[in-house]
């Protein structure tokens, strides 16, 4: 179930967003230049998109734990039952037949209301830090003189030439626009503190 999660967690989608990104100035004021970003990996790459997957992940620790045990439990009963099988009379086999079917259909159930809920949160929370890239990226569009901005993970693009891509340089804005508070620093055993770094997502490919 943990890998499941993580990798809806990773497979985010863009659809709500444009494709292309025009500038917001007035026409006598935008440029001609043309930048292209990788929004998905943007938002992951920015601090405060790295905290918030962290936060999203240890919300769901729990389910997960919960999840995995009762699937070990499931396992164990098959197991059982298959190795008891010529052994036991018709009425005990019907019994733990019964009680593995009660067992995953609880199973089942516990994995549809985890994945819905933890989708849920991962959309709204996407959709979210998506705004704030879209001002971001109008903002840097505008001061750089750019007409236009195009989401290079949504629309194919096969030649872009060196220093199109501002995937970089919208993260370190959004950085400085946005800026995270440091995580509280935490007494060690040893009397000394040390400071948690959000663990950096990886970046998977929106389906098309």
Same mark, same amino acid.
Request: glycine share 4%; with cysteine.
């Given at each position: 179930?943990?890998n499941r999660?993580?990798? *809806?967690?990773?497979a985010? !989608? ?18 001609s230049?043309? !930048?292209v970003?990788d929004?998905q990996?943007?938002i992951?790459?920015?601090?405060? !998109?790295k905290?918030?997957f /962290? &936060?999203?992940? #240890? ?13 070990q439990?499931v396992?164990?009963?098959q197991?059982q039952?298959? #190795?008891?099988m010529t052994?036991?009379s018709? @009425? ?5 037949? $019964?009680?593995?079917?009660?067992k995953?259909?609880v199973? /089942?159930r ?10 849920? &949160? ?5 959709? @979210?830090?998506?705004?704030? *890239?879209m001002?971001?990226?109008?903002q %840097?569009?505008?001061? $750089? !003189? ?10 194919p693009? %096969?030649y872009a030439?060196?220093?199109? &891509?501002?995937t970089?340089d919208?993260?370190k804005?959004?950085?400085s626009t %946005?800026p995270?508070q ?5 007494? @060690? ?5 040390s400071?948690s770094?959000p663990?950096?997502?990886? #970046?998977t490919?929106p389906k098309q």
């Amino acid at each position: 179930m943990r890998n499941r999660l993580l990798a *809806m967690l990773m497979a985010v !989608g863009f659809t709500v967003f444009p494709f292309c990104l025009r500038a917001q100035t007035p026409a006598a004021t935008a440029g001609s230049k043309v !930048g292209v970003i990788d929004i998905q990996q943007a938002i992951l790459e920015t601090a405060e !998109g790295k905290q918030a997957f /962290q &936060d999203l992940q #240890k919300k769901y620790q729990p389910r997960e734990e919960e999840i995995n045990q009762r699937q070990q439990d499931v396992q164990q009963l098959q197991q059982q039952l298959q #190795k008891q099988m010529t052994t036991l009379s018709q @009425d005990e086999q019907r019994r733990m037949s $019964h009680e593995l079917q009660d067992k995953q259909t609880v199973l /089942q159930r516990l994995e549809q209301d985890a994945q819905s809920s933890f989708q849920y &949160d991962r959309d709204t929370l996407m959709r @979210d830090l998506g705004k704030k *890239m879209m001002k971001v990226i109008d903002q %840097y569009a505008s001061t $750089h !003189g750019y007409a236009l901005v195009i989401d290079g993970s949504q629309v194919p693009v %096969y030649y872009a030439a060196q220093g199109v &891509d501002i995937t970089q340089d919208i993260v370190k804005l959004y950085n400085s626009t %946005y800026p995270v508070q440091a995580a509280s620093a935490s007494t @060690d055993s040893s009397g000394g503190t040390s400071q948690s770094q959000p663990a950096s997502p990886q #970046k998977t490919t929106p389906k098309q």
